[in-house]
Each structure stands twice: as structure tokens, then as C-alpha cells.
């Protein structure tokens, strides 16, 4: 890269962090790394809840190139993750790039390049914004009557009171993705009593977690290749493959595969026969983002646990009541509620070309070219953006894969033969058009609620094979892109 730009990147998680060493590698120094937040990490500053793990192996969620070989088990905790992007930070000089407590309000091109606003009224500009403010970070609030009306202590998975006792105490879990499984089966041995509330089952696929010991990690740390061989092997990517061919063809052998492993988990694991026909789901497994748990089932099976799948009526001074009349009450309530999955980068107020408003352009749903960039938006470009790969697997890897297209879409503005790049309208349309028609045949698209769908039930992912998807980041279709 010769021809020295201005980037502004908005947000300091995973792929915020990874744009700025990428940059920084490549001999950029005029950036600045915004960060809402008061420190770095995203989803893993957001989430610190009893039980966090990544369903990701370890290993296999770093950086290509910045292996660690010290996690403590094959599934991390969320400590450990954030610990692990502190130090990538730290390791690769970046640290000096990123202002916290910085909210960017406002993107707005002016012709020539972007103006930028922040909460406070500070302004800043670039020639190129990279937009990596991630999925899960807008919290999903539930309208359930009496919510003031509680006496006890209620907060957000993701906001997390570390000032209330646990221990003994009555607890209402409400929600039953990956979150509030992981804290049910923490809690399930500290609470006198334990509530989880779902609205609908889920599948459980069994997996294996062990602990790494000092000599697994002393190995790791002499033979780099012990961990190359988890996080590039065969056994994980192989699967990743197999999972993938299950989502985008329901009627395959792989998915009739991955169905019988959750219908095994649950039978031959759930003893009581009507506990086994609550945790039954009624449809099809992977429709929602399946939940990897290898110790859910003995938890919820524990005396101190109840599983409630009726249909809460309202919170009361002193627990939860339900539509049936049945009353439990509670000193805590933790709402695993998940996130506003739609947002992306808003609040923030994008104006591209001609005062288009990113609002509008979403106002059907939030897409984006190959979950990149966006027509009439130049030289914008996001990191694990709308219509992107979503499942049991890294999203690091994703964002490689995205960085290397957008270094390759922005060759030509580095080298000074052109100011702008954005996708062309039609190109754009027509990628739409194909991907909204192969979502509509995915698992995703099988039948249920998830946070993986639109407000008209499309889901919001990308529907080909993981494989097409590293083709398509690996040379950008220069007819698709207009250069300026």
C-alpha cells in the first residue's frame, strides 16, 4: 500500500480489532478505532454472565495468526476470550489507536469523503470507514407486565449486577438461547431454587469439554503445530462443512444426522418422561442456531431446577406469575432475552451519496453486497455485516475472509487510481434477489422464530456453502464495483 488514507473504524470487539492490526501491518497510521464502550472486546465486555463459554473450540476462535496456546479448556470462558483479545491488542501495538467511550453518532460523505460525528460533538473525518460494530449489542428488553413492580433484583444477561448474591437465592431465568442455557447449568447447583422460563424448547447438540492441563499447554506452547492441528484439522473444518450442507439442505443426510444426535441427546438423557416431552421441541433441529451444551440436561434435571414452558402472565412484587395461574416466587430474575439482532451499526446515522439514508436502504431489511459493502454508500465497509455466514463456528475466520476482499476493493484507492468504490445498484439488487431465494429454503427458514429472521420471516443469513462464501471473499467480481 503506498498512498497514505484516513480510516475510521467503529467499534473495538473482534473484527474492529482485527481491521486495525491488519492496517497498521500493512503501514496505515492515520486511523482511529472508536469504541462505545469503556474498554475493548464487544460481545465479550457486553457478556460476562455465570457460565459463559464460546461454542466455538478455542482454539479454533483466534486470529490465523495469533495462536494461544494457554486457554484452560477445549470450550473457553468468556474471561479467558477477553483476556485473549487484551492481549492480541497489546501484542500487535494497537492499543494507542482505540479512544473508549467514544460513540460515533454520525457517518456522513460529503462528495469527497466521510464526516464523522461523535456523542459528545467532537467531529473527525476519513476517506474510509470500516463499520465493525458487530451483531449482539443492542439488548432485547421483554414487554412483560409488572416489570417495575419487582421487589428483587432484575437486570439483562448482558448487563450482569455482580453486586447480587447467587447463592441460595430463588431464581428466575427467562430465555433459553445459548445465554440462558450457559447460566442455568452455572446456577444450577448455587440457586435453593431454579426457574427457567422458555418459550419454546431447544435442541441440544452433546459435546465434549475437558480441561487442557499444564503439560497440554507446555506442549502447545513448544509445538505450534499441536495447535494448527485442532484449529486448521480435519475434525473441526470437516464438521464445520458437514454442519453447513445440513443448513442449506434440509432434506440431507447431514442435517437427518445432526437430527438424530439431538434426538438421542434428549432421550437417552432426560430420565423423566414428562420432563423429556417439555424439552421436546416441535420443530426441526438447527431452525433456531443450535445450542452446543454438553451438561444442560443434568442440570435441568436437577431438584432444585424447574423447567416452565407456559406463557408468563406478568412479574409480580415477589416472583413471576403465569397464564395458568401458577405463581414462583423470586429474589432474581435474569433476562437471557438476546439482543436486537437487526441493528448492526444503528443508531448510528449513516448518509451515503446524495444524502441517502442507511435507514431507508434497510427499511425492508439490512442487507449488504456479500455482507460487505453497500450501493451509494462508497467506501464504506462492514466486517461480519447483514446477509454474512451465521452457525456453530468462528466468526473470526469470517472477518479474515472479509478484510482480504476489502483490501482488494480498496488497491486501486490506495494506489491513487481512484478515490471511491462501491458496489454497483444492480449488482447489488441481483445478489438480493438469489440470496433471498435460497434463505427461504434453508433450515433457518424451516418453521420456527429465531433471531436469525427478518420482519417477514426471510432469514438474514448467507444460504450457500461456507466454501462458496471463502470463494467469493477470495477475489472481488470487479464488474459488480464502480470505481470513482
Known sequence: ???????????????????????????????????KGNSIGGTW????????????????????????????????????IRAYFEKVVDDFGVR??????????????????????????????????IAASGVLHHVNEPDIPGKADFAGAMFHSARWDD????????IGVIGNGSTGVQIVTALADRAAHLVHYQRSPQWIMPVQQFAYSDADRSAFRADSDKIDAIRFGDEYWGGIRRFNSAIIDPDSAEMREIEDYCRRNLEETVRDPALREKLRPDYRAACKRLIYSWNYYDAAQKPAVTIQTGRIERIERDGIRMADGTFYPLD???????????????????????????????????TAHYAVTLPGFPNFFMLNGPTGPVGNFSLIDIAERQWDYIVQLMEPILEGRARTVQPTRAAHADYDRRRIEAARGTIFGSGCSSWYLDKDGVPLTWPWSYDAFAEAMAKPDASQYAWA
Open 332 to 366: 432474581v430474575i435474569v433476562l437471557a432475552t438476546g439482543f436486537h439482532a437487526d441493528r448492526f451499526i444503528r443508531p448510528t446515522t449513516v448518509r451515503g451519496e446524495n444524502g441517502a439514508d442507511l435507514d431507508t436502504f434497510w427499511k425492508d431489511r439490512p
Open 96 to 129: 494507542d489507536f482505540i479512544r473508549l467511550n467514544s460513540e460515533v453518532s454520525a457517518c456522513e460523505w460529503d462528495g469527497a469523503r466521510w464526516q464523522v460525528t461523535l456523542a459528545d460533538g467532537t467531529h473527525d473525518h476519513a476517506d474510509i470507514v
Open 45 to 80: 465486555r457486553e457478556n460476562r454472565y455465570p457460565g459463559l463459554t464460546c461454542d466455538v473450540p478455542a482454539h479454533c476462535y483466534t486470529y490465523s495468526f495469533a495462536p494461544h496456546p494457554d486457554w484452560s479448556a477445549f470450550y473457553a470462558p468468556g474471561p479467558e
Open 1 to 35: 500500500m503506498s498512498t497514505k488514507l484516513r480510516f475510521i473504524i467503529v467499534g473495538a470487539g473482534m473484527s474492529g480489532i482485527l481491521a486495525a492490526i491488519r492496517l497498521k501491518q500493512s503501514g496505515q497510521t492515520d486511523f482511529t478505532v472508536y469504541e
Open 163 to 170: 453486586s447480587v448474591a447467587l447463592d441460595g437465592k430463588r
